[in-house]
């Protein structure tokens, strides 16, 4: 079931109803629950199981951390390792069936009997992040292990959140379904923006634009043009696909009285490589910054007189976004992907130009974006692509166009990816310069609203981070 199917648009007003007719917090977590487990488990229930299970063992990990303070640092690293090693066979079972099919069969064993065809549970990525940062703020005493099951299933399976995020920390989310809430309707002031932008950008953009994009990204060999178009029309997908499924989020979990956290900010405005990340996916790269890049920069740091500066100061950023490609997805192309902006990131340092970096004028500083812009597109390109030799094939071999009728066909794509990219420029321009016309942004909602009705039957594929 997702944000933007049917059986969504009937199963959310029932619970949300029976969810606020309910006094105690007890039964809105008990009933969050139970819906959770029903929203994950509506295309594969046994999905559920594995959410459940990994749930208990962490429940009672953490407890045991609180009790026995001598083996919390170990009972840790148990939770820690039975989170990592769920996610990894998870994912890499994928990858390496095939080949390991194919050679069961050469020796006369059928590969099913193994279950070759395991599914990868939907949102495992994102609530094992969750899990495995509370352990840690268990054991770092920054966080009290929840003694309520309820209370605690519900966040790990938080269901606006379980199937791509945002990774909200248990500070933040779990101590609100600790206590009480009460509607207001603040609530729903906060709320009803935010989701007429999510199934705006989603349906009315992303959907389109990806029509485009999948057509030039299932070329054989696409020509260095079309492959630019794709590169634009990925940059602007992915951007749409996942702000919408991060704004519908959190305009259902206002609807519950809970505040969630805030996941992208104009990331396509930085000037630098940090920027871009500390604009991007918030959550993720907080966790990672908090978790990784924090902890093994200070490890190093004990460590100054042994290893040279130079390996300090880039191995921090190059292991952090190593980890961050490795949870994006399986294959060369992700490890590439998050190496490739590592190295960035270090090169970026040693040219003195950190996160904060700002040029002293106009000009240099839309030099500085434009150069940004077009390594986040080029990283993009790595992302999206069907592998990597597909990439550098087509990235080095291909001719820039072949007939003039490309060349024209990719002018007016362009042009199609300019107009769509501007319904959010707008939005941009509105919320910053003209924040009190309120009739104006009035008129924006009203419009987005009419497109979003128009485009709902056209497509409704799945977010782009589903996969993740």
Not at 17 to 43: D, V
Not at 97 to 109: E, K, M, P, V
Not at 145 to 155: G, I, L, M, N
Request: hydrophobic fraction near 50%.
């Amino acid at each position: 079931m997702g944000f933007t199917t049917y059986e969504f648009l009937v199963f959310f007003p029932i619970f949300l109803a029976l969810y606020w007719l309910g006094k105690s917090h007890h039964w809105k977590n008990l009933l969050l629950l139970a819906a959770s487990y029903g929203f994950y488990g509506w295309i594969a229930s046994w999905h559920i199981i594995v959410i459940f299970l990994s749930t208990v063992a962490d429940y009672f990990l953490a407890l045991g951390m609180a009790r026995w303070k001598p083996k919390a640092r170990l009972l840790m690293w148990v939770g820690v390792i039975l989170n990592v090693s769920l996610l990894a066979f998870t994912k890499y079972y994928i990858f390496f069936n095939t080949s390991l099919a194919n050679w069961l069969s050469q020796i006369g064993i059928n590969g099913d009997v193994f279950l070759m065809r395991i599914a990868l549970p939907l949102g495992l990525s994102f609530y094992i992040l969750k899990k495995i940062g509370y352990l840690l703020d268990v054991q770092r005493d920054t966080f009290q292990p929840s003694r309520d099951f309820v209370a605690f299933a519900a966040y790990v399976s938080f269901f606006p959140q379980v199937l791509s995020g945002p990774i909200d920390r248990p500070q933040k989310l779990l101590t609100q379904l600790h206590g009480p809430r009460v509607w207001k309707l603040e609530n729903l002031n906060n709320a009803w923006q935010l989701l007429i932008m999510g199934f705006f950008k989603k349906i009315v953009i992303a959907n389109t634009v990806q029509v485009v994009v999948d057509q030039i990204f299932g070329l054989e060999e696409p020509s260095k043009i079309l492959l630019l178009v794709g590169g634009l029309g990925f940059t602007l997908q992915i951007l749409a696909d996942f702000s919408s499924y991060t704004d519908i989020s959190r305009g259902l979990s206002y609807l519950l009285g809970l505040e969630t956290a805030e996941n992208f900010n104009q990331p396509y405005l930085s000037l630098t490589p940090s920027e871009f990340w500390n604009r991007w996916h918030i959550s993720l790269s907080s966790w990672l910054r908090d978790y990784i890049f924090f902890p093994l920069r200070r490890a190093l740091l004990k460590r100054r007189g042994i290893f040279p500066e130079i390996l300090i100061q880039s191995m921090p950023p190059l292991i952090t976004m190593f980890v961050s490609g490795l949870w994006h997805g399986v294959g060369w192309k992700f490890i590439v992907w998050g190496l490739y902006y590592g190295i960035l990131i270090v090169l970026y340092q040693q040219l003195g130009i950190h996160g904060d970096w700002k040029p002293n004028n106009a000009i240099k500083q839309f030099f500085a974006w434009l150069v940004m812009f077009a390594l986040i597109v080029f990283g993009w390109l790595i992302f999206r692509a069907n592998s990597l030799s597909w990439f550098w094939n087509a990235f080095t071999n291909t001719p820039f166009y072949r007939t003039p009728q490309e060349l024209i066909a990719s002018f007016v794509l362009v042009g199609m990816i300019g107009f769509y990219a501007s319904l959010l420029f707008v939005k941009f321009l509105l919320d910053r310069y003209v924040e009190k016309y309120k009739s104006l942004h009035a008129f924006y909602y009203v419009c987005a609203t009419l497109m979003t009705i128009v485009f709902i039957n056209s497509s409704s594929p799945d977010f782009i981070y589903f996969q993740f």
